[in-house]
């Protein structure tokens, strides 16, 4: 379920769930703020998702580098240096 299949549409994964997760990121939220904010919008959302998908998809996030914690606990979007690409 981390990537879309035949049978499992982008909105059902768990790369999907993600960009959901980084488009409400747009200030630091602890990981409780961010289900809220889903709970209230999930009718607009196109899947089911669950608490625990929320922790695999975030889970996910961290491993590719695209979120960090704040000194508050809170999850944030990870900063992308200026850097020069070869």
């Not at 994964?13 to 409400?24: N, Q």
């Not at 961010?34 to 959302?45: H, L």
Request: glycine residues 8%.
């Amino acid at each position: 379920m981390l990537m879309p299949a035949k049978h499992i549409t982008f909105a059902e994964s768990l790369l999907g769930f993600g960009s959901y997760v980084l488009a409400t990121l747009s200030e630091p939220m602890t990981i409780d703020q961010v289900w809220r904010i889903f709970e209230r919008d999930s009718n607009k959302y196109p899947a089911y998702q669950s608490f625990d998908n929320l922790i695999l998809a975030v889970d996910v996030l961290f491993a590719v580098g695209a979120l960090t914690l704040n000194e508050y606990g809170e999850l944030e979007l990870k900063k992308v240096g200026g850097g020069v690409c070869a």
